[in-house]
């Protein structure tokens, strides 16, 4: 059979690292190919060369037998190469349907039954009218994998497709990738779940430090063996020792119900929380069901009336009504889940990306950036979270996406702080820096930090977290006790039904603290 696509000897060169080093790769016509390696492997390079975005500075490109240079998006389009890629290529201003009709010709009426009908058929949960603006990073996801699937590609590549899909989504969405490829539409697909891509794909390329150190077939592995071809080592277990809670809440939220201004944004209502120091508190289900609106809530980006500010309490004070510099100074802070954009400035160093967050920790004096200090708290980040980069000086852009995240989850927890809010920490990260990144959660929260984690990951949250609570159509269950609870459970509750939760009386536990 005449490989749909096949590349040999590519090698990619940037300034500080080669990306890409003689890789040979093909992908078959109806095969589900994995491309798996650690963060800043190589992977999106590949996949960016392969989809007109980067030239190789070496190798050949053959389509469907023939040698071919891919100038740009547009003709690897033309050739019938689809990609969903790992930051989103949406215009924020425009519905989900405009931008879709910018890449699948149609009537916007006609383009918006199609997307009805495919979001249906597999799940995906997305209005046609809906501004992209008002989506969260999962379901824009969902709109670039539409988007995709409406093209019928004869290649799709997809760069971590399920990282933000709840688990009957990713089922589905396999389900759909089976029925492509039974079609003889060829899928390359990259992720960090080991486990999907031993029940979803035929063979597995492994690339590490840009070069392919492996070509499996993953169904004959184990996870163990994958994760050992990938980071060159075995990955040792998270050592969780049980919460030494302390004292009142760090932070408390007290019946608080919010109307975004946006009317697809869910409406929050009576949502009640408290995260004590030196406990890890989770808050499970799929984004979109108000998780993003309360954490612009808790980190100050959306504040409240003077008059609400007791809806939000950090030790006992009412905060509510502050801005994210004032939370911030007060020792509450913030990941959010968009590294670009929000978490880091793209086009700033990671020096300066450091700043943002940090300067009020000494780093300034009248006014002055003291920029030694702030290159080595950069340098000390850089080394005590393994961030894979250019130096201090490297553009947040120019880092892989799982070395950005190690970045901006380790300047935070590097500033120790009393109150840490983390939307999904591990997101895009290979199986090694997702461990250590657990690790270092537990490790703040047995120094005494109040953390909370928003993840849609339930298995991080079985892992690390002492209480969950889970959001669904913005009402937050009681919580429940990691260790008294299933994933039977909290499934039924992030479909709404929280009757079997065995919750905790978490107040009560405070006045008799
Ligand atoms: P991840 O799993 O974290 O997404 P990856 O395997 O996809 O990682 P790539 O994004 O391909 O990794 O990055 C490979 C290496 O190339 C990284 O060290 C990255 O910093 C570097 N790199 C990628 N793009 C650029 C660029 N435009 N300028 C400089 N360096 C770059």
């Given at each position: ?10 090698r990619k060169v940037y300034p500080s690292i080669t990306a890409n080093d ?15 390696g650690e963060n800043g492997a190589g992977k999106s390079t590949l996949m960016k060369i392969?989809?007109?975005v980067t030239?190789?500075d ?27 890629f790992q930051h ?71 760069d971590e ?29 990259i992720?960090h ?14 690339l590490r430090a840009g070069r ?18 990938m980071i060159g ?102 990941v959010p889940?968009e590294r670009l954009g929000r978490g880091a400035v793209p086009a700033h160093s990671l020096s300066k990306n450091s700043l943002l967050t940090t300067?009020?920790?000494?780093l ?7 920029r030694r200090d702030l290159r080595n708290v950069a340098h000390r980040t850089i080394e005590d979270f393994d961030v894979r980069c250019g130096g201090t000086e490297a553009e947040a852009r120019s880092l892989s996406g799982g070395n950005l995240q190690k970045f901006i989850v380790g300047r935070e927890i590097a500033q ?9 920490p591990t997101w895009g990260l290979d199986v090694g820096a997702t461990a250590a990144i657990?690790?270092r ?73």
């Amino acid at each position: 059979m005449t490989p749909l696509l096949r590349l040999t000897g590519i090698r990619k060169v940037y300034p500080s690292i080669t990306a890409n080093d003689g890789v040979d790769l093909e992908v078959l016509p109806g095969q589900i190919h994995a491309v798996l390696g650690e963060n800043g492997a190589g992977k999106s390079t590949l996949m960016k060369i392969i989809y007109g975005v980067t030239a190789p500075d070496e190798g050949r490109i053959e389509w469907q037998g023939d040698p071919i240079q891919i100038k740009n998006p547009a003709h690897a389009r033309a050739l019938g190469v689809g990609m969903v890629f790992q930051h989103f290529s949406l215009f924020e201003t425009l519905t989900v349907v405009e931008n879709i009709a910018l890449a699948v010709p149609g009537s916007l009426s006609l383009l918006s039954q199609k997307i009805r009908d495919a979001a249906q058929q597999f799940g995906l949960d997305i209005q046609p009218d809906a501004r992209v603006q008002s989506l969260t990073v999962g379901q824009r996801q969902r709109v670039e994998i539409l988007r995709c699937i409406l093209q019928r590609p004869k290649l799709l590549i997809m760069d971590e497709p399920t990282s933000v899909l709840p688990p009957a989504g990713i089922a589905q969405l396999f389900v759909t990738l089976r029925a492509l490829a039974a079609e003889g539409i060829g899928i390359l697909f990259i992720s960090h779940k080991l486990d999907e891509i031993r029940e979803l794909c035929d063979v597995a390329t492994i690339l590490r430090a840009g070069r392919v150190t492996g070509r499996v077939s993953p169904r004959e592995e184990t996870r163990q063996s994958l994760a050992r071809m990938m980071i060159g080592r075995d990955l040792p277990p998270i050592q969780i020792t049980p919460p030494t809670v302390s004292g009142d809440a760090f932070l408390e939220v007290a019946n608080l119900s919010f109307r975004p201004d946006d009317p697809f944004a869910a409406t929050l209502k009576g949502v009640t929380l408290s995260v004590r120091a030196g406990e890890i508190v989770g808050i499970a289900g799929i984004s979109g069901n108000g998780q993003d609106v309360f954490t612009r809530l808790l980190s100050g980006e959306t504040t409240l009336l003077p008059s609400d500010a007791n809806s939000v309490r950090l030790n006992g004070e009412g905060i509510g009504h502050l801005g994210p510099g004032v939370r911030r100074r007060l020792g509450l802070n913030f990941v959010p889940e968009e590294r670009l954009g929000r978490g880091a400035v793209p086009a700033h160093s990671l020096s300066k990306n450091s700043l943002l967050t940090t300067f009020e920790r000494g780093l300034t004096q009248l006014g002055l950036i003291k920029r030694r200090d702030l290159r080595n708290v950069a340098h000390r980040t850089i080394e005590d979270f393994d961030v894979r980069c250019g130096g201090t000086e490297a553009e947040a852009r120019s880092l892989s996406g799982g070395n950005l995240q190690k970045f901006i989850v380790g300047r935070e927890i590097a500033q120790a702080p009393k109150v840490l809010i983390i939307s999904q920490p591990t997101w895009g990260l290979d199986v090694g820096a997702t461990a250590a990144i657990r690790q270092r959660l537990v490790a703040l929260r047995n120094q005494g930090t109040a953390v909370l984690i928003i993840s849609e990951e339930i298995d991080e949250l079985f892992e690390i977290a002492d209480r969950l609570h889970v959001m669904f159509r913005g009402l937050l269950s009681p919580s429940v006790d990691r260790a008294t609870t299933d994933l039977d459970h909290i499934g039924l509750a992030m479909a709404g039904d929280f009757g079997h939760l065995q919750t905790v009386h978490v107040r009560e536990e405070i006045s008799a603290s």
